[in-house]
Every structure is written in structure tokens, then in C-alpha cells.
């Protein structure tokens, strides 16, 4: 038999939620923000801290850093307590790493920021494939504009990680091995930070027509599969010449015989 529960589905569905009374609370308290920028050209969406997800921005070409991602210092989250009640808790995460009290115990407790970034996650050190954006030139400030020290740090780890990067990609290339597809546009995202050649070429192609024969070729082709003839302008020229003056003596000739 079925029991009618009282006040039905949707009273069951409701959730006894505290986040905006503490929500308020926290406005009526002036803490900083924490600053978190970008000096690559990369764009990290989807970047979990507390629950919530982040998007921090690219550096734009002629910039210097990022837009700033602005997280509060200290960051609500809700818990579901689980006690029956359908009450819904409020934990406090802070927005920076560090050593707090809890229980006459000193903890370290990881900040928002620092899950942003990665900073803690499970291989944050530098490395072909770590997970901690510091390698890509990300980090967490308390300053609005970011110190000269701060960005050389971040740039320099850039460099480094791109450095690593670029030598495995060479050492790969020069033992003929033969890179997935999959993996060259790291290792060409590399170079191309650091001003170097690219490994392989770009895979995008704009189709053209070869000069000679009109079949359809790979633009920027020097030489014509199909008619098996350098194509580049200076060959292309010469044979343009070659037959202008065969056109003409061809001519002469008809002149002379008419
Ligand atoms: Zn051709």
C-alpha cells in the first residue's frame, strides 16, 4: 500500500540550504582577493578548486600576463550532511594554501588557488606531462598587478618546462622514431615558444593547382607528382621563357617559309 508522503514530492525535493545566510555574513568582511595569472598563450578551462570550476584566461598576444582569474580569499561550498533531514552544510575553503589549527592540531590545508593551479595535484612536478600549471606559467598572487619577480619566476618556468619539452621532441626526431600525430603538437607548441623551427609541418594543407599540368596539388609544392616537374617559381619561369622563345623561332620560321 502506498503511503501519501505529506506535503508531497516536492517538500521531500527541498533543501534545507544555509549558504546565503553565511554568504552575506562573509560580504560584511573585507578580505582580499587572490589573484591567479597566465603568462602562456594557452587558455585552462574546467580547472576544479573547491568544487567549482575555473577558467583562467590566455595571455593575448603583445601582453605581458593574463586577465586576472579574481577568487575570493576565503570560498563557501556547500555539503550535503546527510543526517535525513535534507539539510544541506557549509564548508569555508580557503583561497591560499596553509597551516591552520584544527582540533589543537596544525594542518596544512590546500587553498583554492593552489587546486586551481594544480599545485597539489597527483604529479605536480616538472615534467612531460605534469598536471600543475606552474609549468605553464601559472601562479596564484595576493597582488592586483603581478611583480616583475613574480612573472620572471612564471616565465622562467615556462621556459623550462618548454625546454623539456623541445629536447624530448628532438631526441624522438634524431632516433627516427616515429611520433603519433597525437603528440606532435606539443612537442611543436614547444618550438614554437621558444622561437625554434617546428618539428613536423603544420597538417592543414591549402590545396593548389600545379602550373604545369593544372592537377591538384599541396600549396607551397616544389615538385609535382604528377607530371614530375620542379614547380618552384624559378623552374616554373625558366620554362615559361623556354617556351616563348620556341614560340617565336617556331614563327621565324614560318615567316621565312611563307
Ligand atoms: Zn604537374
Not at 555574513?25 to 589573484?35: D, E, N
Not at 603544420?202 to 620542379?230: M, N, S, V, W, Y
Request: net charge negative; hydrophobic share 35%.
Amino acid at each position: 500500500m502506498l503511503v501519501p508522503v505529506q506535503g508531497g514530492v516536492e517538500n521531500l525535493q527541498k533543501r534545507n540550504r544555509q549558504i546565503q545566510m553565511q554568504e552575506a555574513g562573509l560580504r560584511t568582511v573585507k578580505l582580499p582577493s587572490i589573484y591567479i595569472f597566465n603568462v602562456s598563450r594557452r587558455e585552462f578551462r574546467n580547472r576544479i578548486g573547491a568544487g567549482k570550476n575555473y577558467t583562467i584566461p590566455a595571455c593575448q598576444p603583445g601582453e605581458e600576463y593574463s586577465e586576472a582569474l579574481e577568487i575570493p580569499n576565503l570560498v563557501l561550498s556547500e555539503i550535503d550532511l546527510a543526517d535525513g533531514g535534507n539539510n544541506m552544510g557549509v564548508i569555508m575553503n580557503p583561497g591560499l594554501n596553509g597551516v591552520v589549527e584544527i582540533g589543537g592540531e596544525e594542518r596544512m590545508v590546500i587553498g583554492i588557488a593552489n587546486d586551481i593551479i594544480g599545485t597539489n595535484s597527483t604529479s605536480p612536478a616538472l615534467g612531460l606531462y605534469t598536471t600543475s600549471l606552474e609549468w605553464w606559467g601559472v601562479f596564484a598572487t595576493l597582488n592586483k598587478t603581478p611583480t616583475k619577480a613574480e612573472l620572471d619566476q612564471a616565465r622562467s618556468k615556462l621556459q623550462q618546462r618548454m625546454e623539456l619539452v623541445y629536447a624530448t621532441g628532438a631526441e624522438l626526431v634524431q632516433a627516427g622514431k616515429n611520433v603519433p600525430m597525437i603528440d606532435r603538437p606539443l612537442y611543436n607548441e614547444a618550438a614554437e615558444i621558444l622561437g625554434r623551427k617546428p618539428f613536423w609541418g603544420t597538417l592543414e594543407h591549402t590545396r593548389a593547382q600545379c602550373p604545369e599540368c593544372h592537377e591538384d596539388i599541396i600549396g607551397g609544392a616544389t615538385f609535382c607528382k604528377h607530371c614530375q616537374q620542379a614547380i618552384d617559381p624559378a623552374s616554373v619561369a625558366a620554362r615559361a621563357k623556354k617556351r616563348a622563345k620556341e614560340a617565336e623561332k617556331l614563327l621565324k620560321e614560318e615567316e621565312a617559309a611563307g
